[in-house]
């Protein structure tokens, strides 16, 4: 899943990111306002992490920005700006959840993933195509009853692709999800992900669930 952190403390900002790349979700970086709201508009996120005292535009006018253009990507709002107004002006401008600095990182972990929940899964947190499960909660994945390992990129593209099922994903679709904002598209790093993740899924297993759309990308195929 795809996570737009929008803090103009660069320090705070790669430890955010650092954090959540650990856990498996690809991250982009934005230090302004301006830079934050354009990249919230041109690119598909599945959450914005969003501070307010931000330069060029503050956060509180990106979120209401946001907002006006029918964008409903959660937004969790961190930021130190700690009273009770702030709070409400927070909420009542249209962010989902709102937590202050400074902050526990397991406490941020859990808010972002209850959003997601909430969100993407109608608060059902398993996926399932075929034989195929993916915990969200867990991130045990299993095919036939038997586990399988993933590292943390095969775990992101496999979440992607069982989001979108019966979908044709272009290469560049599964690079702007998977990895992040500045990511080179022209590499062959996609195919070789997805040749790694077919061989834990599909090797060995019937039906094969990974197919290829030749010259165009791929799709997961539900069966």
């Known amino acids: 899943m795809r996570i737009l952190v929008v803090e103009d403390e660069k320090k705070v900002s790669n430890f955010i990111k650092k954090g959540l790349e650990e856990e498996r979700y690809a991250v982009d970086n934005a230090y302004d306002g301006e830079s934050g709201l354009y990249m919230a508009e041109v690119n598909e996120y599945d959450l914005v992490v969003l501070d307010l005292m931000i330069p060029k535009i503050d956060g509180l006018e990106v ?25 409400v002006k927070g909420l009542d401008a249209g962010c989902d959840d709102y937590l202050t600095k400074p902050f526990e990182f397991l406490e941020f972990l859990a808010r972002i993933r209850a959003l997601l929940r909430r969100e993407k899964t109608d608060k059902e947190p398993i996926l399932k195509i075929a034989d195929l499960t993916l915990s969200l909660v867990t991130h045990k994945v299993m095919r036939k009853g038997k586990e399988v390992e993933l590292t943390g990129k095969e775990y992101a593209l496999l979440e992607y692709f069982m989001r979108n099922p019966d979908k044709v994903l272009t290469r560049t679709m599964i690079s702007e999800h998977v990895w992040d904002y500045d990511f080179d598209s022209m590499t062959n790093v996609v195919d070789v992900y997805v040749n790694y993740l077919r061989r834990k899924i599909d090797k060995g297993f019937e039906p094969k669930l990974i197919q290829t759309i030749r010259g165009v990308g791929y799709i997961m195929k539900r069966v």
């Open 63 to 87: 979120l209401k920005r946001i907002r006006g253009n029918r964008n409903n990507v959660p937004i969790l709002v961190l930021t130190a700006k700690d009273t009770v107004e702030d709070i």
